[in-house]
């Protein structure tokens, strides 16, 4: 027995690692999970939410009511907290360099009432406060601070609910002094369910993610946009499956969810929107063993790679669990086995960048065969897993140049090959999405894009003997 409890004292030790991977502290106690992870850059700290009552350090237990505070070393509270009980914070967020909170969560505000689902933190005195006026409960639906990254608006989202006397709504405006209602709500029909995600603002629109019954005519809607004067749906989806996180980069949105191509979704899981086009990103990601299951939960992005975490084992055609990255031609899994409590694939909830480095949190049990509970920290440096050979790829040496000639018409080129044979072309956009293949038995090939968004394509072409051609266009 003795040599038992050494044994498990060395593997809980501070520097608790696998080879690529690094655990902080040892967990939450009970069958609860930290599901959020924040980044603070202002108080530098590693701020986690979720389901628990205690965390666990080496040495002590912190009581944190479902939130806490990792500093590099050790776990402690983040305030003076909530309601003595187990609820839930989903996440946090900085808006006008003040830390909010939000979540299924209750407290007390000054007079006495229960206040449900958001806060403010004061970081004179720690202790949370209402915004300005109490979110009553448990009348309320509304639990949610949205976009998770706000510039100069934040909204107040979740199921019908009513804040400072104003009508029920599930969106109401936030300016950091005073909630206000948002007019283009109004013009969504009334509905038993109406639910809303995240609010946002992309090239001019404003987009919502939600379960509402459509405002443009009949059936239901998931993802719609605002135009200035009305409702329009957003191009290209034709889905009901909901979007769990969203990310602008580069002019791009990118979504991920529980979307897949097969039901009328963009992509698999995760997928790329100029405004008016989709691209899947190499064909996305997928949970084989249970395909319906399977589910993108988070969006981030570390040294110009999109990463995504939730629950799949596939990304492209890669091998992975739970987490994977995106370079703009390929998906690539992390080096390590990230598996549950039970010895199976564990479902990832969130990501975090601090310190430059990188940290996940959800079910976690072992890595590598290691007991880490729940929240890890990246020290793989640049090992990587397996790598998809789905995209557009790197090769070892410079392509032949395909010989390729504009036409008249916008969009519309001539291909030239070296000889007749049976060439096969294909033509990639810039996010490494396939857009055309095309077949031809001679030595030229119109090709016609003029359909296509602008921007930059690749096209590639191979007879099945000789060495690939390829060639870089641009389509105005």
Not at 2 to 12: D, G, P, Q
Not at 240 to 264: C, E, M, Q, R, W
Request: overall charge negative; proline content about 5%; charged content about 15%.
């Amino acid at each position: 027995m003795k040599s038992l409890m050494v044994i498990a004292a060395v593997l809980w030790g501070t520097a608790v690692s696998a080879q690529y991977w690094r655990a902080l502290g040892r967990g939450t106690i009970g069958p609860t999970e930290i599901q959020t992870l924040y980044g603070d850059s202002i108080s530098d700290r590693l701020l986690a939410g979720g389901t628990f009552t205690y965390i666990k350090n080496d040495n002590d237990t912190v009581l944190g009511m479902g939130q806490a505070a990792w500093n590099g070393s050790r776990w402690d509270s983040i305030a003076h907290r909530i309601a003595p009980s187990v609820l839930q914070t989903f996440w946090f967020l900085r808006f006008q360099g003040r830390l909010y909170s939000c979540g299924n969560y209750l407290f007390y505000d000054a007079d006495g009432n229960v206040n449900l689902g958001f806060a403010r933190l004061n970081e004179e005195t720690q202790y949370w406060e209402t915004l300005e006026c109490t979110n009553p409960f448990p009348e309320s639906g509304l639990r949610t601070l949205v976009p998770k990254e706000p510039d100069t608006t934040l909204y107040a989202t979740g199921y019908m609910g009513s804040v400072c006397g104003y009508p029920q709504s599930c969106v109401f405006r936030y300016d950091g002094s005073a909630f206000h209602i948002w007019e283009p709500f109004n013009q969504i029909p009334d509905g038993n369910d109406n639910y809303v995600g995240t609010v946002f603002d992309f090239k001019g629109k404003t987009y919502m993610t939600c379960s509402l019954p459509d405002p443009t005519g009949p059936g239901f809607v998931s993802f719609i946009r605002w135009n200035g004067s009305s409702w329009e749906h957003v191009p290209g989806w034709n889905t009901l499956s909901p979007i769990k996180d969203i990310s602008i980069h580069n002019d791009t949105l990118y979504v991920a969810g529980t979307f897949s191509l097969a039901d009328g979704g963009p992509g698999n899981l995760v997928a790329a929107f100029d405004g008016e086009n989709w691209s899947d990103l190499g064909e996305g990601l997928s949970y084989p063993p249970v395909p319906m299951s399977g589910a993108a939960l988070d969006l981030e992005w570390w040294h110009n790679d999109l990463l995504a975490c939730g629950r799949f084992t596939k990304a492209g055609n890669a091998d992975c669990t739970g987490i994977a990255k995106w370079d703009g031609h390929k998906w690539c899994g992390f080096a390590g086995v990230i598996n549950d409590a039970y010895g199976n694939n564990a479902r990832l909830t969130d990501m975090a960048i601090w310190r430059d480095s990188l940290y996940v949190c959800g079910g976690i049990g072992s890595i590598d065969g290691v007991p880490v509970r729940q929240v890890a920290q990246w020290i793989g440096g640049d090992a990587v897993g397996e790598c998809s050979t789905v995209g557009i790829h790197e090769v070892a040496a410079p392509l032949a140049e395909l010989a390729v000639t504009p036409l008249a018409d916008p969009g519309q080129w001539t291909i030239h090959f070296p000889h007749a044979a049976n060439w096969t072309l294909e033509v990639y956009d810039a996010a490494g999405q396939q857009v055309l293949s095309q077949q031809s038995n001679g030595v030229n090939m119109e090709v016609d894009l003029s359909k296509a968004a602008s921007g930059i394509y690749m096209f590639r072409a191979v007879n099945g003997t000789d060495a690939l051609l390829s060639a870089k266009v641009v389509r105005p």
